[in-house]
């Protein structure tokens, strides 16, 4: 039942209460454990392998990047997860490395990559999900990471899991993770998760690595149907630089180890703990973008469908004309105005209305001038909030998440050499 | 008949000599003249006001913005193109204030344009088409305009074209305008035109405007197709920073003054010198782009039809990550086949290869490292060349002109309130 701590309209469904930092990410949920260790792909000391696995076999489920060049981690782990319709036991994850545009040789690595995890904590290879992320068009130095994988198996604890999520990262400024608590009538659950951004000092960086773990138990379709919605308004909401990687991979396992069993009914208290979990982690992916000093959440409300706001609401916080303004707290509603009027959904200008922090700078076709000093103010916080809506009568809104564009960012991917 | 100097394909249809810059652009046609003055709305002495006329009724055909957010002067100038069926006499343009999102005072601006310069040079309003480029969202000092209008047509003449050039600018670094002589069986006749660009350091820089004239004699129809057909290649095959705004206007007029007439035989010559200059003034305005140091030309060829082809070279031509990386001078192939692998266009990355300046960097899935360098030094000058080829079978090719993402681009438009 709902606990009166909370508020909102989530009350009805279930509680969520976060975990201690202390607690680690993937590890916070019962019946998984984590080794994080450096093999030798990053310069020393950083860590750059990490190995999750649950303590029996999980239901297990993954979204991945929707970029026609796909790396062979992510080959292989599709082809892993079909062959077991949903079962997993272990991920293995490198950094430094993207393992893409790799050929035939790249896929062999990814599989022995899997092999290597399989022997070491006892399962089949195919329980195993791989994943890559780092340097694109560089061969694995394959040796180093399966010595890698058996001291990470062999270090293996429920206490390693921030060391997990720090073995993940490239150039992201800080680690990414989050936990939560669910309570639901059939007592509680917890849904855990780290996550790797936009750091790119190396030539490629292929961005986005999620790994979300619960001790709910819940079947393989169900995990995945959750998973699925669950991104939709997290990780499929953020855009640092409208780019879309050749590694991107969200993955989530499900160890049963509450006792709490996940059904039609309490589907929605999954729902909701994942969506805390991977809002928290897609957030701080944009946080931590490249070049990064705001965040700034998109809305746009008022609108004939859902996937028209979306679209509008991408279109606005992909705009470098918008970005750039935002860096420099300027509040560009001109600008705002153009970006939705090119995202190629259809909409009445003189009903439309943009407010910057909650100011009003547009309405009835015509600017309101006086209040632009307050938006600026506005524009000056870490966090932004650029609301737009189309006055269709819809009623539909979505959220989109970004960054500002800084001159860093430019530095960051082309002044520096690598 | 063809010239002996020209070279290429395009001889078997007429040859193309360039005029003088000393002849102006618009006005090196037979039939025009211009006039050009500062009335006060940048600030003093910079020219702010043009008007471009033509010394009888002309054929007239324009192009628009499509974005769903159109300032005044475009609504304007729409219906004047629809009431004359094409037929115009001048067109009065204004740099400094784009008259966008000024509602039905806008309108009525534009309207009083159009009405005072009809009255100064004797034609009705209709005939007359108007433009604006520069600050969103702020009212324009008609009076000053109106004022203006009566002094540049006072001062109109055939040598006042790049006077027109440099009043059309708003923080562009060059004028642009170009002109060339087209050679037919029946006689030749001259095309020339000017445009501005992106150049962005006031709040909403709306930003492309041109304007093509030519002395052969052409029905409105058919100026219209040649038109449409020689801005797919040009002016809709640029991008600077991925943005289409609430004033793009392409204009062109044909006098008629050189007595060769324009039929479906002779067609082809006029859509040639059409491409000529408006190739000229679209490459000029990327030059110019905001921040821009280098022009890239991102050709993708083996595609299935145009359509992908096109829609794959403008996804490489907006990554931020392959500007940056030309900016850089990195010969980075993997965010080119990235981008392309994001583009929504099929192919298979296997049979693709990407060229950097002629050196082939990516084939076969796999990259060609010992390339690098030679494609890296490619990059350090200011015309880049990048080519992918998508190995479809199709034969299809398309070529997306682009400049790099500097620094100065975000300090211009983010850095320095406005």
Redesign the interface.
């Known amino acids: 039942m709902p606990r009166a701590a909370s508020t909102g309209p989530r009350d009805r469904l279930s509680a969520q209460i976060p975990v201690a930092a202390s607690a680690g990410g993937v590890t916070a949920p019962a019946g998984f454990a984590a080794g994080a260790v450096h093999c030798g792909i990053k310069a020393p000391p950083a860590l750059d392998l990490a190995v999750l696995a649950a303590d029996a076999t999980a239901s297990a489920a993954g979204l991945f990047t929707?970029?026609?060049?796909q790396a062979a981690p992510v080959t292989v782990s599709k082809g892993h997860l079909e062959r077991t319709r949903g079962r997993a036991r272990a991920i293995v994850v490198n950094s430094g490395c993207a393992n893409?545009?790799?050929?035939a040789d790249g896929l062999a690595h990814a599989a022995r990559m899997a092999e290597a995890t399989a022997a070491a904590i006892g399962c089949a290879p195919e329980e195993v999900l791989v994943a890559s992320t780092g340097?694109?068009?560089v061969t694995l130095k394959i040796d180093r990471i399966l010595t890698g994988i058996q001291s990470a198996a062999a270090t293996m604890g429920r206490d390693q899991g921030s060391e997990a999520a720090r073995a993940i990262m490239t150039t992201d400024p800080f680690p990414k993770e989050h936990a939560v608590i669910v309570e639901t009538e059939h007592g509680a659950f917890t849904v855990g998760g780290m996550a790797k951004g936009s750091g790119?000092i190396e030539?490629?960086m292929a961005t986005m690595l999620a790994f979300v773990t619960t001790d709910a138990r819940v079947s393989p379709p169900l995990l995945r149907r959750a998973l699925q919605a669950s991104a939709r308004d997290t990780f499929n909401a953020i855009t640092v630089?409208?780019?879309?990687?050749?590694n991107d991979s969200l993955f989530a396992l499900a160890s049963g180890a509450s006792g709490v069993a996940i059904d039609e009914d309490t589907y929605p208290a999954l729902l909701e703990g994942l969506q805390a979990v991977s809002r928290a982690l897609a957030l701080g992916i944009v946080r931590g973008g490249e070049g990064a000093t705001k965040l700034i959440a998109v809305t746009v409300r008022d609108a004939r469908t859902t996937d028209e706001a979306r679209q509008v609401a991408r279109t606005i916080a992909n705009?470098?004309?918008v970005?750039?303004?935002?860096?420099?707290?300027?509040p560009?509603?001109?600008?705002i105005?153009?970006?939705?009027?090119?995202?190629g959904?259809?909409?009445d200008?003189d009903r439309a209305t943009v407010h910057v922090g909650g100011v009003l700078l547009?309405e009835?076709?015509?600017?309101r001038?006086e209040a632009a000093p307050r938006a600026a103010e506005h524009l000056t916080r870490r966090d932004v909030q650029i609301e737009m809506s189309l006055g269709s009568g819809g009623g539909a809104s979505a959220t989109i998440w970004t960054c500002?564009?800084?001159?860093e960012?430019?530095?960051i991917?082309?002044?520096?050499?690598?």
């Open positions: 929707t970029n026609l060049v893409a545009c790799t050929g340097v694109i068009g790119m030539p490629n630089d409208g780019e879309c990687s050749t705009s470098p004309l970005k750039t303004a935002v860096h420099g707290a300027d560009n509603w001109g600008r105005v153009a970006a939705a009027g090119r995202s959904v259809l909409f200008v547009f009835n076709g015509l600017p001038d500002d564009l800084s001159a960012y430019v530095r991917n082309g002044e520096y050499r690598t």
